[in-house]
């Protein structure tokens, strides 16, 4: 768990995530639905088995900018621009032309100069 000293309120995300790295370098974070509602700009809808976000990691907010860049181009939408977390990360939602949402994401909790 991480993130937990950041409570969020009515409109803002909570900070607390669970993450758990497995094999090949991929890492699962478990948000709660209603938090990841509000950090990606989407309404709450009925509990599904689809309700989730496909995020990808990146090294810098230039990366962020620069993916996000592509796939708006290439016809995705903005759900919420890219803006500094409290918590240390930068990022950015959109979802693709299939509908399925997409974070791209950089910690910038240990850099001084991104």
Partial sequence: MVGTEFPGDASSPAGDVAMFELEGGLVLALYPRTELAKDANVAVGPPSSGEFSIGQIVGTV????????EALAAGATWTEEPYER?????????????????????????????
Avoid at 62 to 69: I, K, M, N
Avoid at 97 to 111: F, N, Q, R, Y
């Fill in 62 to 69: 230039s990366e962020v900018d620069a993916a996000l860049a």
């Fill in 86 to 114: 409290p918590w240390g990360m930068y990022s950015g939602y959109f979802r693709d032309p299939d509908g399925h949402l997409w974070e791209i994401v950089c910690d910038t909790s240990a850099k001084a100069d991104l």
